[in-house]
């Protein structure tokens, strides 16, 4: 045999290793998705040290957009400050209710009291939209804080995500959230901070940060 002859029944070889390796992994991935069988709305909670997380919210806003399912969006803390994603949905998107707390950070009123007001404010509309089966995916951004900061009763949060409308889904957003939250949720993910601009001085820019 020559030497390119025996490169090519190598090369087959190669091919014939892939295909029954990526045939393997259809079978399981196949199984997987055949035993689950359970339709219903899933809670997810994007929480961590690292940035995207309403980024990854809003991801799925626009993916549920994209269906032609309704959406309701309510951000704690965030609302003081210009975002590209909110003004691109209340310009574009009739299938989206968006409501903000508005009062920007906590550090930056430095007024419990009144955060205290808005963020039940703020709450009383979040839970009429966990409440309500027309909502497809309710997005409540920032709302981790407002438990660590006990603003908010965190057992009426819970028994709000437990108990809203089966076909709903629900992201939450924000660090921490404790592990009760967690419990209820369906999925869980921990965003990791590697690295980040702003600690080497880079200035937050729109259309990426904001």
Same mark, same amino acid.
């Given at each position: 045999?020559?030497?390119?002859?025996?490169?090519?029944?190598?090369?087959?070889?190669?091919?014939? /290793?892939?295909?029954?390796?990526?045939?393997?992994?259809?079978? $399981?991935?196949?199984?997987?998705?055949?035993?689950?069988?359970?339709? $219903?709305?899933?809670?997810?909670?994007?929480?961590?040290?690292?940035?995207?997380?309403?980024?990854?919210?809003?991801?799925?806003?626009?993916?549920?957009?994209?269906?032609?399912?309704?959406?309701?969006?309510?951000?704690?803390?965030?609302?003081?400050?210009?975002?590209?994603?909110?003004?691109?949905?209340?310009?574009?998107?009739?299938?989206?209710?968006?409501?903000?707390?508005?009062?920007?950070?906590?550090?930056?009123?430095?007024?419990?009291?009144?955060?205290?007001?808005?963020?039940?404010?703020?709450?009383?509309?979040?839970?009429?939209?966990?409440?309500?089966?027309?909502?497809?995916?309710?997005?409540?951004?920032? /709302?981790?804080?407002?438990?660590?900061?006990?603003? /908010?009763?965190?057992?009426?949060?819970?028994?709000?995500?437990?108990? $809203?409308?089966?076909?709903?889904?629900?992201?939450?957003?924000?660090?921490?959230?404790?592990?009760?939250? $967690?419990?209820?949720?369906?999925?869980?993910?921990?965003?990791?901070?590697?690295?980040?601009?702003?600690?080497?001085?880079?200035?937050?820019?729109?259309?990426?940060?904001?």
């Amino acid at each position: 045999m020559t030497s390119e002859s025996s490169k090519t029944a190598n090369q087959k070889t190669d091919q014939q /290793l892939h295909k029954e390796k990526m045939q393997k992994q259809k079978e $399981r991935v196949d199984a997987q998705i055949a035993k689950n069988s359970i339709e $219903r709305g899933v809670a997810i909670l994007m929480t961590g040290n690292g940035k995207g997380k309403t980024s990854s919210a809003f991801g799925m806003v626009f993916r549920a957009l994209g269906y032609g399912q309704r959406v309701g969006i309510v951000q704690f803390i965030k609302g003081a400050q210009e975002s590209g994603e909110v003004n691109f949905i209340r310009q574009h998107c009739d299938n989206a209710e968006i409501y903000q707390m508005g009062t920007g950070f906590t550090w930056n009123t430095q007024d419990k009291a009144a955060d205290i007001a808005a963020s039940e404010r703020t709450w009383v509309v979040a839970e009429r939209m966990l409440a309500d089966d027309q909502f497809d995916l309710v997005v409540l951004d920032e /709302l981790t804080y407002m438990i660590g900061y006990k603003y /908010l009763d965190r057992s009426k949060i819970i028994d709000a995500i437990s108990n $809203r409308p089966r076909e709903q889904s629900v992201v939450v957003t924000g660090r921490g959230g404790g592990r009760e939250l $967690r419990e209820v949720m369906d999925t869980v993910s921990d965003v990791k901070n590697v690295k980040h601009g702003y600690a080497a001085g880079i200035k937050a820019r729109r259309g990426v940060d904001c």
